[in-house]
């Protein structure tokens, strides 16, 4: 396989730097009443003309919709086009930082200009490592309504007999706590609802024999928007005004897992995922107003 890390690779990676797209869209109902389903909100009221997006259901929108024959083996779409045609074979969303500025609501025409502002590489414990972030700005008939980052991660695959290193324990001085079963039926529903069709998800044969993993794996963004639903329901009148998260160890459908929440001495709420062993698998902040 080709070096990412090579200077000559790099180098026509950090061309697509700068390099960027525009999408449409329009904010229908359908996908948020399907997002309260899958994130068990029954008390939610049926969306409509008008109503607020909840935080981070903009992902539901501005979905990839490549032809069934530019899809990889993994699922994903093939490489190249908008993103750089990273030489690794798997790719995952490891973090992001988002502004709220003003409401999204259902019924807006929106539109997405999306930029790639940094390629980089360096060499992990577990081979080579490109990064690659993409900044978005979503605006409505008001302007600019949101601003985010997105970082993309590329790794190889495993080598035979690798030991996948040891992750990092998470706190236990939580405010609040939820725990649930990231079971293979709320998995397909998300990636349903974000027309993800990375086979990890729900493919166990694939997921276990090709990739290597023990079980499904829970989506990044899944993780993220349970952790915002979870300050959702410890502090219903609270506003978000901002929110970051990092990715640092895979969660999968084999055993529970805690979303967990403490209250700051600024009035902000630091957010985490904890596995069944007590390791962190992502941690955030979310930004109150």
């Known amino acids: 396989m080709t070096d990412p890390a090579s200077p000559s690779v790099l180098g026509a990676l950090r061309d697509w730097t700068g390099r960027s797209e525009s999408r449409r869209d329009t904010l229908t109902a359908a996908p948020l009443a399907g997002l309260s389903a899958t994130l068990d909100r029954v008390d939610d009221p049926e969306p409509h003309l008008g109503t607020p997006l909840p935080p981070l259901a903009h992902w539901l929108y501005f979905l990839p919709r490549a032809p069934q024959r530019e899809i990889g083996v993994d699922g994903h779409p093939n490489r190249g086009g908008f993103l750089p045609p990273v030489p690794l074979p798997r790719r995952m969303w490891a973090g992001g930082r988002l502004e709220l500025h003003h409401d999204l609501r259902v019924g807006d025409e929106v539109e997405r200009r999306s930029t790639i502002t940094k390629v980089d590489a360096k060499e992990g414990r577990s081979g080579a490592l490109v990064f690659v972030t993409v900044r978005h700005e979503i605006s409505n008939a008001q302007g600019v309504a949101l601003t985010e980052e997105h970082d993309i991660v590329y790794r190889g695959n495993p080598q035979v007999g690798a030991v996948p290193p040891v992750p990092a324990m998470a706190a236990t001085d939580e405010d609040f706590?939820?725990?649930?079963?990231?079971?293979?039926?709320?998995?397909?529903?998300?990636?349903?609802?974000?027309?993800?069709?990375?086979?990890?998800?729900?493919?166990?044969?694939y997921v276990t024999e090709v990739e290597g993993y023990p079980g499904l794996i829970v989506h990044?963004?899944?993780?993220?928007?349970?952790?915002?639903?979870?300050?959702?329901?410890?502090?219903?009148?609270?506003?978000?005004?901002?929110?970051?998260?990092?990715?640092?160890?895979?969660?999968?459908?084999?055993?529970?897992?805690?979303?967990?929440?403490?209250?700051?001495?600024?009035?902000?709420?630091?957010?985490?995922?904890?596995?069944?062993?007590g390791h962190l698998a992502m941690h955030a902040r979310a930004e109150l107003a």
Not at 177 to 189: A, G, M, S, W
Not at 220 to 247: M, N, Q, S, W, Y
Request: proline share 8%.
């Open 177 to 205: 706590k939820r725990e649930i079963v990231p079971d293979p039926v709320l998995l397909f529903r998300y990636s349903a609802l974000t027309f993800n069709g990375h086979r990890i998800h729900y493919d166990r044969p």
């Open 220 to 277: 990044g963004p899944l993780i993220a928007t349970l952790l915002v639903d979870l300050v959702r329901r410890e502090l219903p009148d609270a506003r978000l005004r901002g929110f970051a998260f990092k990715a640092a160890s895979p969660l999968f459908d084999t055993h529970p897992l805690a979303l967990c929440g403490k209250r700051d001495a600024d009035g902000h709420v630091s957010l985490w995922a904890r596995n069944h062993r």
